[in-house]
């Protein structure tokens, strides 16, 4: 079992930045891909990161490539999602992850965070 909490989220303007973390408890956090997905209002859940256990691998989705940059700590049982040149686009609740594979697709993975919000003002 794995519980991930996430914090980090807040307002900025157009062009700030805000790094996001996913605190993990339990023992096994380190044999976890992780993952960040995020969700707008009427819209659904999409991909936004993922990264392999070792921090090895990662994926990022093409909105946010260049922009954005995972990263975990695996001593602390923690990912974090950096997040640079915000747009107002990427406003949205953003959640981590936790599973076994290195994928873009929402049903792999099979613990969640409560979710944080990010807003961007433009």
């Known amino acids: 079992q794995v519980q991930l909490v996430e914090s980090g989220g807040g307002l900025v303007q157009a062009g700030g930045s805000l790094r996001l973390s996913c605190a993990a408890s339990g023992r096994t956090f380190s044999s976890y891909t992780m993952g960040w997905f995020r969700q707008a209002p009427g819209k659904e859940r999409e991909f936004v990161a993922v990264?392999?256990?070792?921090?090895?691998?990662?994926l990022y989705a093409d909105s946010v490539k260049g922009r954005f940059t995972i990263s975990r700590d695996n001593a602390k049982n923690t990912e974090y999602l950096q997040m640079n040149s915000l747009k107002p686009e990427d406003t949205a609740v953003y959640y981590c992850a936790a599973g076994r594979y290195l994928s873009t697709r929402k049903d792999n993975y099979e613990y969640w965070g409560q979710g944080t919000q990010v807003t961007v003002s433009s």
């Open positions: 990264i392999s256990w070792n921090g090895g691998s990662t």
